[in-house]
């Protein structure tokens, strides 16, 4: 592994026509290129995630796994926003000389995937062989797809959507009011809003898993507890945990982003946008997904042009695109030839 930061020199415009002066990029890399250049596996991050792909997605990409250092040249980038490197709310602002916070200019997912082709360019790649990513990281791919059709390959998009819904947007904004309840938010320090941040995570938990997963490792096991609960002390756990690694206002940018995710934007509408990609493409829900539901990776399937889809069965709701690797990787080896279909996993549903 590799880890590098690429500054672009030139200022770079975003969606909304503000711009951003002094754009660095901080990217991992896994493997290498080869002479043909043609084993470029490309990685879209979600929310919180990081440059360091075989961190969070191990089972999937790592040394013994689907992808590996031996045979593909991975790339992901951190996007902007985020705080693992790239320009985000908490870098130096060059016209001010002080952190952006809340003057950071808005962004949305077509920003995020015109960052993407910027170093693409500088790493001299023309084709990625694969391009993946789940959740808001297939956002960011399948705009990628659009914005450059003659670039990837193949696609492989993971729980996700063309526009983002009323119902995700709702959840998101649940937690944006939980981040600005705390006053601290607006006090321009490295940790304001940590309070709102925590709170704000525990609401995510509830779209990312499900009832029957709370019900199964939340429950408790004795009929005379009346307070303390398992439940409890896990949504404390996790939202301690984001806020240990992440700050208010990287989450509050990137939320906003994720809420204004619509490739139909400017293109006539989502189905026009969608058969403008190009690449061999293959969607993959989760059945139990309550935020991204199956419904819309269809949608996605029957508008690219030849398109597969595949269906996972997952007790772990939206997060079961992260854990659900073997089945995910059965289902990808399958759609990369790299396995006869009678290999599949039996708890797949065969790709259509």
């Known amino acids: 592994m590799s880890i590098h930061k690429y500054s672009y020199n030139k ?88 952190p952006y916070y809340l003057a950071f200019p808005s962004f949305t997912i077509r920003d995020l995937a015109a960052a993407h082709e910027l170093l693409a360019q500088h790493l001299g790649i023309d084709k990625i062989k694969v391009l993946i990513g789940g959740s808001l990281g297939g956002q960011q791919a399948m705009e990628w797809s659009i914005l450059h059709p003659e670039r990837v390959e193949r696609l492989i998009l993971l729980a996700t959507n063309a526009q983002h819904s009323p119902w995700g947007i709702a959840f998101n904004e649940s937690q944006r009011l939980a981040i600005t309840a705390d006053r601290t938010f607006f006090s321009n320090q490295p940790d304001g809003g940590a309070k709102g941040l925590k709170v704000a995570r525990s609401i995510a938990l509830l779209s990312y898993r499900t009832y029957e997963t709370y019900g199964a ?104 695109f992260l854990i659900e690797t073997k089945q995910i990787s059965n289902a990808i080896a399958i759609f990369l030839g790299k396995v006869h279909p009678a290999a599949h996993n039996r708890s797949l549903q065969s790709l259509t």
């Open 217 to 320: 490792t939340q429950l408790e096991t004795t009929d005379e507890k009346q307070d303390y609960f398992k439940a409890s002390s896990y949504q404390n756990y996790q939202g301690e945990k984001l806020v240990k690694r992440f700050n208010a206002y990287s989450y509050w940018f990137l939320s906003k982003a994720m809420d204004a995710h619509n490739i139909g934007r400017g293109r006539n509408g989502a189905e026009n946008a969608l058969k403008i990609i190009r690449a061999q493409t293959l969607i993959v829900s989760i059945t139990s997904d309550m935020l991204f539901p199956p419904e819309e990776q269809k949608f996605l399937a029957k508008y690219i042009p030849g398109a597969k889809h595949v269906s996972i069965d997952s007790f772990y709701g939206h997060d079961g």
């Open 11 to 98: 200022t770079f415009r975003l969606e909304s026509g503000k711009r951003l002066k002094g754009l660095e990029i901080a990217y991992h890399t896994y493997g290498r290129l080869n002479t043909r250049k043609d084993n470029v596996v490309w990685v879209c991050h979600a929310l919180t995630a990081n440059a360091d792909v075989f961190d969070w997605w191990p089972g999937l990409f790592g040394e013994n796994d689907l992808f590996n250092p031996q045979d593909h040249f991975i790339i992901c980038a951190n996007i902007i926003g985020s705080n693992y490197g790239t320009t985000n709310p908490l870098s130096i602002n060059p016209t001010t000389g002080l």
